[in-house]
T-cell receptor, first 115, second 112 residues
Framework: EAQVTQNPRYLITVTGKKLTVTCSQNMNHEYMSWYRQDPGLGLRQIYYSMNVEVTDKGDVPEGYKVSRKEKRNFPLILESPSPNQTSLYFC??????????????FGPGTRLLVL | DQQVKQNSPSLSVQEGRISILNCDYTNSMFDYFLWYKKYPAEGPTFLISISSIKDKNEDGRFTVFLNKSAKHLSLHIVPSQPGDSAVYFCAATDSGTYKYIFGTGTRLKVLA
């Protein structure tokens, strides 16, 4: 089944404790992206990647890192999480870097609480 | 600065009637627009899109209209069904940047 998977689905952590949220897709998509969803703010793009080793900042990249060493994986790294990073996170992928012409497939979401 | 705005946080419609969801944008460089639907505890799923070279796109019960001069797009659902109850996000992109800007969402409730 074609899908985007994220792990973990739920995470409670404390301020400053490094964490990684994994994202994997099995559709051989070149474009991958991370979003956060917050009440009243909708979905905001954090980082995106057009292909292996090619990443760029979205609208809200502060406090996050990403890497794209393999085509299928696009982990989101919070080196020193803070309470304002408490949010619902979505990973998404689409077929080719001309992302506008390709719909994005979203993962099920990761709910993060930073105490 | 919200470049994509959905000014109605919620909308209730009777089953069988038309649902109209609106979206406004400010960036004239946007050239592709999409609508996504989101159910609770799931990721958004793609619904319909439109290129800036068109003013209308239809897919079954769903039609998106684009008014470039007004920087406004709308999603029409006819007839509305209870299963359409969800949060709807509009999104826009400048295809030269690969960045996506989403609106804040409109919660649609279709009453049986």
């Amino acid at each position: 089944e074609a899908q985007v998977t994220q792990n973990p689905r739920y995470l409670i952590t404390v301020t400053g404790k490094k964490l990684t949220v994994t994202c994997s897709q099995n559709m051989n998509h070149e474009y991958m992206s991370w979003y956060r969803q917050d009440p009243g703010l909708g979905l905001r793009q954090i980082y995106y990647s057009m292909n292996v080793e090619v990443t760029d900042k979205g609208d809200v990249p502060e406090g996050y890192k990403v890497s794209r060493k393999e085509k299928r994986n696009f982990p989101l790294i919070l080196e020193s999480p803070s309470p304002n990073q408490t949010s619902l996170y979505f990973c998404a992928s689409s077929l080719n870097p001309s992302g506008a012409q390709e719909t994005q497939y979203f993962g099920p979401g990761t709910r993060l609480l930073v105490l | 600065d919200q470049q994509v705005k959905q000014n109605s946080p919620s909308l209730s419609v009777q089953e069988g009637r038309i649902s109209i969801l609106n979206c406004d944008y400010t960036n004239s460089m946007f050239d592709y627009f999409l609508w996504y639907k989101k159910y609770p505890a799931e990721g958004p799923t793609f619904l319909i899109s439109i290129s800036s070279i068109k003013d209308k796109n239809e897919d079954g019960r769903f039609t998106v209209f684009l008014n470039k001069s007004a920087k406004h797009l709308s999603l029409h659902i006819v007839p509305s069904q209870p299963g359409d109850s969800a949060v709807y996000f509009c999104a826009a992109t400048d295809s030269g940047t690969y960045k996506y800007i989403f609106g804040t969402g409109t919660r649609l409730k279709v009453l049986a």
